[in-house]
């Protein structure tokens, strides 16, 4: 795991733009995400992720506070959609079941075909969405090759025993940088 990891990021570091690798913006938790922020940056769809972003990795659905947050977007008009690499399709479709809205897992990003796809069903342009999530080399990466807003929350997964060696290789990445 540790090998594929270092190669992985010696990879991206190598052939990705290092712009592409920084978020838009950073937030403490998902729930400091406001309808009122993402307004001032002209997003009407919000794709999240889940493991670490929305609840801990193993975390079968979502906090109560998360499920109260996204009704409050929904309710301020805007749309939702999980995009998570989580190979587990219950487990994702729990959350969409929970949150009201639709989903993909299995999603491989960076990938564009997950995040197409995800647009797709929101009927919603790139420059008109935004991305929440906890990674670098998956989640900003992906948003910003697809011309999303990149937006990064603090993970909170970082009991997990890979979590210090991928935050070695994003640190130089994890504040925006215009």
Known sequence: MIDCYAAAAGFILR??????????????????????ALGTMGVRALLLDIDGTLAEKHAPEPPPAIIAWAEGLKKNGISLFILSNNRHPQRVRRFGELLGCGFIYLA????????????????????????????????MLGARRCGLYALRVESLDTGLWYFGLRRFFEKPFLQPKE
């Open 108 to 139: 491989r990003k960076p990938r564009k075909k997950g995040f197409a796809r995800a647009l797709d069903a929101l009927g919603c342009a790139p420059g008109q969405a935004a991305l929440l999530g906890d990674q670098i080399f998956t989640d």
């Open 15 to 36: 052939e990705v733009p290092m712009a592409l690798l920084h978020p838009h913006r950073v937030f403490k938790t998902a729930l400091d995400v406001t309808a009122e």
